[in-house]
């Protein structure tokens, strides 16, 4: 089992930063995954980044690519999603995920967090 509570979200203006954490409580952390995903208003949810809890390796959408970054803090149970350079097309409802094991690659994940909103003006 995994719980995610996210927060971080917000309005800021294009070109700005927002960094967006989610706290997680598992007791599996050495076969963790952790995701973000974004969905857009009419737009379906998709794949922002990854980061494997153990050893820190990570995945990015191309479309963040050099603009975001995930990391984790251990101490603090926490995922952060950095996030520089943002443009209105970031707009969204950003959720963290979590699921045990697998492959990174693979984008399925099978805990969820409440999603907090990003909000890029132009």
């Known amino acids: 089992q995994v719980q995610l509570v996210e927060s971080g979200g917000g309005l800021v203006q294009a070109g700005g930063s927002l960094r967006l954490s989610c706290a997680v409580s598992?007791?599996?952390?050495?076969?963790?995954?952790m995701g973000w995903f974004r969905q857009a208003p009419g737009k379906e949810r998709e794949f922002v980044a990854a980061?494997?809890?153990?050893?820190?390796?990570?995945l990015y959408a191309n479309s963040v690519k050099g603009r975001f970054t995930i990391s984790r803090d251990n101490a603090r149970t926490t995922v952060y999603l950095q996030m520089n350079s943002l443009k209105p097309e970031d707009t969204a409802v950003y959720y963290c995920?979590?699921?045990?094991?697998?492959?990174?690659?693979?984008?399925?994940?099978?805990?969820w967090g409440q999603g907090t909103q990003v909000t890029v003006s132009s």
């Open positions: 995920a979590a699921k045990i094991g697998g492959n990174i690659v693979v984008i399925q994940y099978d805990y």
């Open positions: 598992t007791r599996t952390f050495s076969s963790v995954i």
């Open positions: 980061i494997r809890w153990s050893g820190g390796s990570t």
